[in-house]
């Protein structure tokens, strides 16, 4: 039976009015919604790796410090902090004023057990978890960290802007709640309140407005300043076909899409009902490979600089459709092109890959043809068809891939468990992350999580680990770019965390909205829709 266009928006939790309903009454039933890559599957940002996940938790949590448009870290539940001398203690107070969703006040002992949970997940967080010799309230509405050793990065982590965001939740659910389990409870004191009851996972989460949220008296800019909320009522969904996406846009049945399906994009930079976001920068994103280490072949670094051979990324962006002025081929930058820590060291690794250097390094690694798992997220537009190319390129290489296609929220549940292969486990995953995520040394997947062993990938490199010390260490940013260019060289020589490619995806809105931030992600708050 053929789906018609207003069946695949009901199916995604999109109410169509009927033709007789008056304009008025559409602007006042229809609530904000927009369109995410992949359903939202786990709540908590914390225990999950999603995008979606923390484009969730944006909503509705908080965080102590939060990155502006400028990349500059300002308070955002803080009303600032002081340090000492030596750098070693950080007083940090809380503004007046902040309550969580139940009517509960913020404390400073929600702030510590909060960031105690995240710094046990976060990469930058057991960094910083690690070097401190205590994190202890004072009082109500302040909190000290005292550090055992300088760290020259304690405003980044605080204000780390994408997975794992230290959001700030009650420390009665914090304190008893591990990590890497979600937690039961979604109570967070951001600008928004998600009505669970409504959530149908993997495609539908609703939220109304707080009208108890209390915004910093700044304007918004970036993830800082005030979160004024000018609606009342939003939804989040997705759709499995671009076409239907780009189709309710258009229509106005939907408001914003957080990725333009590339192949529309032509036709929707015509269209004066639509606004192309121009983020550009850590807002960028990369195509990537998550290699199990702790399996074979994959803990063989011959196998894996085979992969990073085979992932030749003018095929990977042109295949995915990231052509001329949204794909940078020729960035080889583990830290991504254009963001404080770019560097070329040890890119001549990387720079011209080729399937015959690829079938080298396999007979160079001795493979003989063992079955490798490829987990495809066969429902995401953005990793389907990278996902496709990486297939091609590996079978041509050499690889004898049993290829496992499902949708994202299955995978991101496979992606962390540790079973062999006959047990569901796993060997590659295409991915894809931003450069929030990957422009920090102590965030990177590649390099951040060395050691560390409570990521999917398992890497650990020896050589890393007093380099990585060193960065975490210093204070003096060009100091810290020497470190950050040897520790990207250790990595590809490594081959920790294959790059395939960073583009542009741009979001799309309705130009009728007002006050959208252009931020590389979708910010809710501040966006005004008028009746129409």
Known sequence: MQITRRQALAGAGITILSAGASSRAQAQAAPFRFIVNVGLQNLDPISSPSFVTR?????????????NGRGEYKPQML???????????????????????????????????????????????????????????TDARNFVLKLSKPFGGVLEALGKPSVHVPFIMPARIASATPPSQQVQEIMGSGPFIFQRTNWIPGERASFTRNANYVPRDEPADGLAGG???????????????????????????????????????????????????????????????????????????????????????????????????????????????????????????????????????????GYNNERVVLLHPADSPLLNPYGLVMIDRLKRAGFNLDVQASDWASIAQRWVQRQPLDQGGWNIVPVVYTGFDLANPLSNMGVGFNCTDNQPWGYCVDEMSPVLAQFEAEGDPAKRRELAAQLQKISFENATFPIAGQFRSPAVWRAELRGVIDFGFPVIWNIEKPAR
Not at 55 to 67: G, K, Q, R
Not at 104 to 132: F, H, N, Q, Y
């Open 227 to 365: 979160k004024v909320v000018k609606l009342d009522r939003v939804e989040m969904a997705t759709m499995a076909d671009p076409g239907l996406r780009v189709a309710a846009l258009q229509t106005g049945e939907v408001d914003y899409l957080e990725y333009a399906p590339v192949d529309y994009l032509p036709r929707l930079r015509t269209n004066r009902q639509m606004k192309i976001a121009e983020a550009g920068g850590q807002a960028t994103l990369m195509y990537c490979a998550s290699l199990n280490h702790y399996l074979p072949p994959f803990n063989n670094v011959l196998m894996r600089r085979a992969v990073q051979q085979a992932l030749d990324r003018t095929e990977v962006l042109a295949g995915a459709g990231f052509g001329e002025g949204l794909g940078q081929p020729d960035c080889a930058s583990l830290f991504m092109c254009g963001a404080p820590y770019s560097s070329t060291l040890g890119s001549e690794l990387i720079q011209r890959p080729s399937l015959d250097a690829a079938r080298a390094l396999l007979q160079q690694a």
């Open 55 to 67: 484009n969730f938790a944006y909503l509705v949590f908080d965080t102590l410090v939060s990155m």
């Open 79 to 137: 009303s600032g902090w002081e340090i000492s001398a030596d750098g070693l203690t950080w007083n940090f107070a809380l503004r007046p004023g902040l309550a969580f969703h139940d009517g509960s006040p913020v404390t400073a002992e929600d702030c510590v057990a909060s960031l105690k949970r995240w710094g046990g997940r976060d990469s930058i967080g057991r960094r910083l978890m690690a070097s401190t010799e205590s994190l202890t309230a």
